[in-house]
């Protein structure tokens, strides 16, 4: 049986762990997201030109590993995650990568895969650097177990400190790996925090601990199901 993967944003960093994992074998990929293709996105998004600006971005990314790549067409949901709907969309997924470019979609996924206990791998890159988590629930450290709440106050977001270019791409390829690992005989049993900084070059890989307090993991948890309160506006788009 394959894997159905859930790919929550197909921007920046979904766009190429997307490409990265059409080629593999035994995955049913499944794009959500409801952005449209602007141009600024163009040198990024390596897969699109002129044509496809104004286009979805999830419909144009599954036509484009059709018919250029010569892989099984993605399933397309153009919406995005809501307190309504990510409970639905990751009960249905064996495994959820989110690539999204807010820290409310981000928590809320998080929550969505711990309280549904489906593995999931997070990307994230601002300025000069990135992140990928993955999480595997129960047996590892969770989301919140690393970054405990949304922000509050004036945090870095990707509108006002932009993101390099070539980091999206470094963090959508480790997200495909870390994906292909959590698929392969040998999963990893503890989450694995890498980080990337293009200014030195380097990736700095860690193992993280859970949380004994963890409002979504600990045996005490006070998340117990989905709460549209506990996730503000969006703080940046891209
Ligand atoms: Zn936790």
């Avoid at 990928?132 to 922000?151: G, K, N, Q, T």
């Avoid at 070539?166 to 989450?191: C, D, F, N, Q």
């Amino acid at each position: 049986m394959s894997a159905r993967v859930l790919l929550v944003g197909v921007g920046g960093i979904g766009h190429p762990c997307a490409l990265a994992l059409a080629a593999v074998p035994d995955i049913e990929l499944v794009f959500l997201d409801d952005d449209r293709v602007e141009r600024s996105n163009l040198h990024r998004l390596v897969a699109f030109d002129e044509a496809h600006v104004g286009a979805p971005k999830a419909h144009a990314l599954a036509e484009h590993i059709e018919r250029e790549l010569h892989a099984t067409r993605p399933v397309v949901i153009v919406d995005r995650a809501t307190p309504d709907s990510v409970r639905a969309h990751v009960d249905d997924a064996d495994i959820v990568v989110e690539g999204s470019d807010n820290f409310a979609t981000k928590f809320l996924v998080a929550d969505a895969c711990g309280l549904a206990g489906k593995p999931s791998v997070h990307g994230a890159a601002v300025g000069w650097s990135g992140t990928v988590l993955s999480v595997v629930p129960a047996r590892s450290a969770c989301y919140r177990c690393v970054f405990e709440d949304l922000p509050v106050g004036d945090a870095v977001d990707c509108a006002t400190a932009g993101v390099f270019a070539p980091v999206t791409a470094m963090i959508g390829a480790v997200m495909a790996a870390h994906v292909r690992e959590m698929l392969g005989p040998e999963p990893a049993r503890a989450a694995k925090l890498s980080h990337f900084d293009a200014t030195a070059g380097m990736f700095r890989h860690r193992t993280m601990q859970r949380r004994s307090d963890c409002p979504l993991c600990c045996e005490a948890r006070v998340i117990t199901a989905i709460d549209a309160s506990r996730y503000s506006a969006p703080l940046c788009s891209h």
